[in-house]
Each structure stands twice: as structure tokens, then as C-alpha cells.
């Protein structure tokens, strides 16, 4: 269950907090992709894995430098800075005092306490959703690489920059035009299985099949996209309402925090895709699929 996984990532965490580790050795000591874990624990905790290890240092330097005789020096070495002009500026900006201050009497720190992940029952709400399963489907698609850590990030628009530069380059409608009309949906693809683990690959296409123009899908592919393909999966699938992308972000984070707890249904590895129909129901920003699997009890 993956609550249960995050709390003993967040465990594995704190039993080596001095050590030089990040989001994807927590990851590998509880047997989840990187990227899985990164996109986890990011939406159930609310930040990702290396700035909670951040925020958690960053703590416990403070503590340390008010009560040993530890140097400055010290202290930045023993949780991983580089030098002490790298710690003092992550130490004043998380804790507003510079480290020599914090070495003074009544200097004004902030305290990052351990997570303990608790479930947690939101009463009276409705979530709405529908199992389906699909075999091994093909796509044609406009692909690229992306790292792992632009997940959940609020401040990064690479994938929404990639959506406009696709449609900006007119990348798009020659992949609409090879579908029959009332059936050129498009897909958001998002795939984690790689064996480069700091990327994971995003692909905006159309669905490969017997409304798709074949000889059209040969000449694409010979101009730049991809072929994608997908193996069968069971997928719970939501639809987000909304005006923009946000609606998607928060039906991932619904998911988390109220979907797999309630349901034991947990994510797979294999790809998830967002769906924006040609002729959607008003209010209706796109379908979401995530494939999923029934944890064991």
C-alpha cells in the first residue's frame, strides 16, 4: 500500500539523514522506479523527497550549532555542503539567521519535525471514477525527456512549454488529420519506465488503430515522431473538471491521498494518459488514466 511505503521511505530517511542520499536511493530501498516514488511523495507530502532530507538537515545543523561546540565549518561538512558559503545561504534562507547567529542566544530558527504519514478519513466528499481495462495499444506521438525532479513543481511549465511549442510548430493537427473526424482525441502520454531513471519521457499523440490513416503514421514517423506503445493495463480513470491544467494536479493528488488508501488500488508502472477529447462534455478539461493493481492484503 503505498502510504504504508512512504512511511518507511520517510523512516529510511531519518536512519540516514547523514549520509549523501537523494529521492532515488530512498526510492530503490523500498523497490519503487524513481519516478513512481518522486510523483508519491511529492503529492502525499506535499514536497518531494530531497527537500524534505533538505528541510530535515537543515534542522538538525541548527539544533547541533546551538547546542555543541561544533564550527560552522563543522556542522556544514557533517550535513553535506560543499562549503560553508553553500550552507550559510540554504541555512538563512530556511531559517531567516545565518549560522553564526544561530550560534547565539535567542536566534530565531525553525523547526522541521520528522512526517509520520497518517490516513486520514475526509468526510462527505464524492469522488467519481470507472475501472477499464485495454490491451497493448500503439501511439503516434511527439516525445521528449524530462527530469523526474519537474514533478509536482509549481514553478516549472516544461510540459505545458512543450504543448505550446508542439501546437506553435503545427506538430499537432497533421496527427489529428489522420483520424476520422468526431475521433481525433489527443493524448498526454507519461511513461516511468526507463532505464535512465532521472527522466521520464512525456509524448502528446494520437491512438494508433483502424481510424488511423496508415500510410499517413509511416510518413510521420519518417519526419520526426514516435511510436508508442502501451501494455495491457487495468486503469481507474477520472475525469478532471476545471479551465486549465491545475484540475490535473489535483485529481493526482485526490488519487494519493484519498483513492488508493480507500480503494487499495495502487499505480503501476506503465503509462498513464490524460485524454482531451475533440468534442468533451462542457467543463471537462480531460480524462485521466492511471493503470493500477489491486495490493495484496
Known amino acids: 500500500m503505498a502510504m504504508h511505503l512512504i512511511q518507511q521511505a520517510i523512516n529510511y530517511m531519518e536512519d540516514h539523514i547523514y549520509e549523501d542520499i537523494n529521492y532515488a536511493d530512498v ?7 524513481s519516478y513512481n516514488f518522486h510523483r ?45 558559503e553553500s550552507f550559510s545561504k540554504a541555512f538563512s534562507r530556511f531559517h531567516g539567521s545565518t549560522p553564526k547567529q544561530a ?6 530558527l525553525h523547526l522541521f519535525n520528522p512526517l509520520v504519514i497518517k490516513i486520514t478519513m475526509e468526510g462527505g466528499s464524492i469522488m467519481d471514477y470507472r475501472m477499464e481495462h485495454r490491451g497493448p495499444q500503439q501511439f503516434l506521438a511527439m516525445v521528449r525527456a524530462f527530469s523526474n525532479e519537474i514533478i509536482n513543481d509549481d514553478n516549472d511549465h516544461s510540459i505545458p512549454d512543450f504543448w505550446t511549442e508542439c501546437y506553435d510548430k503545427n ?46 503514421v509511416k510518413k510521420l514517423l519518417d519526419n520526426g515522431y514516435s511510436l508508442w506503445k502501451s501494455a495491457a493495463a487495468d486503469y481507474a480513470v477520472f475525469q478532471c473538471l476545471g479551465t486549465d491544467g491545475d ?32 468534442n468533451g462534455k462542457e467543463g471537462l478539461f480531460c480524462e485521466l488514466w492511471i493503470p493500477v493493481k489491486k495490493t495484496l492484503s
Open 27 to 33: 526510492a530503490k530501498s523500498i523497490h519503487m522506479s
Open 40 to 84: 508519491t511523495f511529492s503529492f502525499i507530502a506535499g514536497m518531494t523527497a530531497n527537500e524534505y532530507i533538505r528541510n530535515r538537515r537543515l534542522t538538525l545543523a541548527a539544533q547541533e550549532l546551538q547546542t555543541t561546540d561544533l564550527s560552522v565549518i563543522d556542522v556544514a561538512f557533517k550535513y553535506g555542503y560543499e562549503s560553508p
Open 103 to 108: 550560534k547565539k542566544p535567542g536566534a530565531k
Open 171 to 216: 506538430l499537432v493537427e497533421p496527427m489529428k488529420l489522420l483520424r476520422q473526424e468526431g475521433k481525433r482525441d489527443i493524448y498526454g502520454l507519461c511513461s516511468p519506465t526507463r532505464e535512465n531513471e532521472t527522466h521520464f519521457d512525456y509524448g502528446i499523440g494520437v491512438i494508433i488503430d483502424e481510424d488511423t490513416d496508415s500510410a499517413g
Open 247 to 278: 484540475c490535473i494536479g489535483e485529481m493526482w493528488s485526490k488519487f494519493y491521498k484519498e483513492f488508493s488508501p480507500q480503494t487499495g488500488y495502487e499505480q503501476t508502472d506503465d503509462t498513464d494518459y490524460e485524454i482531451y477529447f475533440e
